[in-house]
């Protein structure tokens, strides 16, 4: 029998006949797994209520899973097949980053200035309430750039100094926000209403202290663990965003504009460890190095 090369052979779990095909983009490169229809119509919907436990185990195997070449044309026909696989979808609460809603529970990524990065992060992990499962579709693919950095964070976990991890796992971290100066989400868009009360309930229900400024601004911050033992394997995960809102990841020209203008403890997101001490800028750096290098980048394609 010919060896296939790595990037075309089939992963283990997907049975001789079966309507699809798995790959990998890359010799090597296990994040993520690619799935494909092996013949022409091959209704994806119904594959994949057909092959739950399938995916379940690819997904928590190799970290992510890839769609290609079903022909998801449309932000409706992409949230169902998204409910299909998981269920009931999140709504985006204790909002950090503007986005634009496209569906009843579908977002645009970040609204973000096209030339710029953001920094890798564990989507929504300074919540209470966090995601169990991303989906992430293309509608219309962008002529340059556009893509989405992944990473496995049980991998970045295991890159970090265990002398870091276990300061964090004593510690936690501390995430800070500052609403009101113009900067950053207005309270009322993040909480998304404009009733003092149910942000206060809103906080106490969460672990979140809050204090109100002059100006109807608001000061929030939240001691959030910044290590997760994964709810179905066990495994140990670096999830946090201490380092995405610490000041010092922000580009340079955008850091230095806001310490010109607020104190430390103004800032619209900053992050501390959990007693409010200081994350040394080493420590930082080691963090940025950990998510830098285990990021997989590819290039959308429509649907």
């Not at 090597?28 to 379940?56: H, R």
């Not at 265990?162 to 926000?177: D, G, H, L, T, W």
């Not at 290590?227 to 990841?249: C, D, K, L, Q, Y």
């Amino acid at each position: 029998m010919k060896k296939l090369p790595l990037g075309q052979r089939k992963a283990v779990g997907v049975a001789e006949g079966a309507p699809v095909r798995s790959k990998f983009l890359q010799p090597g490169q296990t994040l993520p797994l690619v799935i494909e229809p092996d013949v022409e119509g091959v209704n994806l919907m119904s594959w994949a209520q057909a092959n739950k436990p399938f995916i379940q185990t690819q997904v928590l195997k190799y970290g992510a899973i890839l769609f290609r070449g079903f022909s998801v044309n449309s932000v409706d026909h992409f949230e169902r097949l998204a409910s299909a696989m998981t269920g009931e979808l999140m709504q985006y609460r204790e909002r950090s980053s503007p986005r634009s809603q496209v569906g009843d529970r579908v977002y645009t990524s970040t609204d973000y200035p096209a030339e710029r990065s953001i920094f890798p992060h564990n989507e929504h992990s300074y919540s209470r309430t966090i995601p169990l499962r991303l989906f992430f579709f293309c509608l219309v693919p962008a002529q340059q750039g556009g893509e989405t950095p992944i990473g496995d964070c049980r991998k970045i976990f295991h890159r970090i100094d265990p002398r870091i991890r276990e300061q964090f796992a004593r510690k936690n971290y501390m995430y800070v926000r500052n609403f009101g100066d113009g900067f950053g989400l207005p309270w009322q868009t993040a909480f998304q209403t404009t009733d003092r009360t149910t942000v206060e309930t809103y906080c106490r229900a969460n672990d979140i202290e809050f204090e109100w400024k002059k100006d109807d601004r608001l000061r929030t911050s939240q001691v959030r663990p910044a290590i997760a033992r994964h709810p179905e394997t066990g495994e140990m995960v670096w999830f946090n965003h201490a380092t995405f809102f610490h000041v010092s990841t922000l580009e340079p020209q955008i850091r230095d504009g806001l310490l010109a203008q607020f104190e430390i403890e103004n800032l619209p997101n900053n992050t501390y460890y959990g007693d409010g001490s200081p994350i040394e800028p080493e420590v930082l750096d080691e963090l940025r190095r950990a998510y830098q290098q285990e990021m997989v980048t590819f290039r959308w394609q429509q649907g």
